[in-house]
């Protein structure tokens, strides 16, 4: 008799450790990173491949479910026998509670607890073992599994069958903010949302408003242009012909001063570089690569009637990710200006997201600059002076209106009190 006691005492004990790998197994697969097992596996770590099929299979959670409760009725019927054969009867209750505690806290406290510290290190060391059981009791889930769906059918509860573990934009924002939250970094948490952004934005949202374009007229004699050339900043520019719209090249300033230096006089038209037009619908994403895939950087966006709406360059894409980039020949923007009463002086043809980007808003984006949303919002031009509700808590002050346009304007939290300083006139 003695000898099954001994028996009995150490199935308890190996079975309460099969019971702890169980309960860690569930808890890790559960709070593993699906993306830090996927580059486990582009690394080739050990297991890491086996670890992958586990956490897209449906069934191991089940499986996992399904072990640890039969291990917990076999550890709780020995555990009893035991019990009654050595203390009785009267025993039973007071010591099957008190075991149960100590067993609850080494075969599911303590395991999960491990598991949540390390999930991926405890999936790649139980990885064998798990599949191991998955493909001996397969069969049994797959039946329990079948009872389940036929029960919830029965009471016309709604599930997903094959549940779908692509990581969605939402997710790896939040992974974003969480990850910038810890390392106190504005800057790159607005970079890695930009890059996220690039499937979204379209390239009416990003370029320089036809207002804005700097254009010469082909029209003029090659001393004015060289002039012009020299005191711009561009290195391409556009050159129309008869009227602004029509644009017939675009003119390297490089090229231009070589051509030149040779000769003062020749005809422009034979060094201008043909034009590329783009929809403005176009995904600056879609963009990005087009432009990789030609060499250029220099594009004019059209609407649907082939107007053209504004140019979008290679570094026009490369600030949206990055931020504004100058050189030592730009003048630092004073479109957006913060003062002293916490209020923003903007010039009207701001894009919304650098607003949005710039002072962590969620203004929403029904029109391309800060001047065009007001005018949408309000369904007419404002004056100056008036005062215009953006969202629930940030409104705006026209300070500056020119024609049709909204040149600009002091944007206030809707709380904040003040009269703004230092207004322009008409």
């Known amino acids: 008799m003695d000898t ?3 028996i009995a005492f150490i199935s308890i004990i190996f079975l309460a450790f099969i019971a702890a790998l169980f309960s860690g197994a569930e808890t ?78 080494y075969t599911e406290i303590l395991p999960k607890i491990l598991a949540v510290s390390y999930p991926e290190s405890f999936l790649l060391k139980i990885a064998k073992f798990l599949r191991i059981v998955l493909f001996i009791l397969r069969r049994v889930v797959a039946l329990l599994e079948s009872v389940a769906h036929f029960t ?13 573990k692509t990581i969605s934009d939402e997710e790896v924002r939040g992974v974003i903010d969480i990850h910038t939250a810890q390392t106190k970094s504005k800057h790159e948490k607005v970079m890695l949302n930009s890059i996220l952004d690039l499937n979204d934005l379209e390239v009416s949202q990003i370029i320089t408003p036809r207002q804005k374009i700097f254009k010469i007229n082909s029209s003029l004699t090659l001393d004015k242009i060289n002039e012009e050339l020299l005191q711009s900043k561009y290195t391409r520019v556009p050159v129309w012909f008869q009227t602004p719209e029509n644009i017939i090249g675009i003119l390297h300033s490089k090229i231009f001063f070589k051509a030149y230096a040779k000769n003062k006089k020749f005809d422009i038209s034979t060094i201008l570089l043909k034009p590329w037009f783009i929809p403005e619908t176009t995904k600056v ?39 504004e980039i100058l050189d030592e020949n730009d003048e630092v923007s004073k479109d957006i200006e913060k003062q002293k009463d916490g209020s923003v002086i903007v010039d009207g043809s701001v894009p919304i997201r650098d607003i949005n980007r710039e002072f962590d808003l969620e203004i929403e984006e029904d029109a391309t600059t800060i001047g065009g949303l007001i005018i949408y919002q309000e369904r007419k031009i404002p004056k100056k002076g008036d005062i215009v509700k953006i969202k629930s808590d940030v409104s705006a002050e026209i300070l500056k ?9 002091r944007l206030f939290k809707t709380e904040d009190v003040g009269n703004s300083k230092d207004q322009n006139e008409d």
């Open 285 to 323: 994403i879609t963009q990005l690569q087009a432009f990789k895939n030609k060499r250029e950087h220099f594009a004019l966006s059209v609407d649907e009637y082939g107007a053209i709406t504004g140019i979008l360059t290679l570094e026009d894409i490369l600030e949206e990710i990055v931020g």
């Open 401 to 409: 209106r020119k024609r049709n346009m909204i040149v600009s304007l």
């Open 4 to 6: 099954l006691y001994y």
């Open 152 to 164: 919830l059918r029965i009471l016309k509860i709604k599930h997903q069958s094959n549940i779908s």
């Open 28 to 105: 890790a697969l559960t709070g593993s990173s699906d993306a830090r097992i996927h580059m486990l596996v582009k690394q080739k770590t050990k297991n890491a491949d086996i670890v992958k099929d586990l956490k897209q299979n449906f069934s191991t959670i089940s499986t996992i479910v399904v072990a640890n409760q039969l291990i917990n009725c076999f550890i709780s019927t020995i555990m009893s026998w035991l019990i009654i054969n050595l203390f009785g009867e009267s025993t039973l209750l007071l010591l099957t509670a008190v075991t149960s505690l100590f067993f609850i806290t």
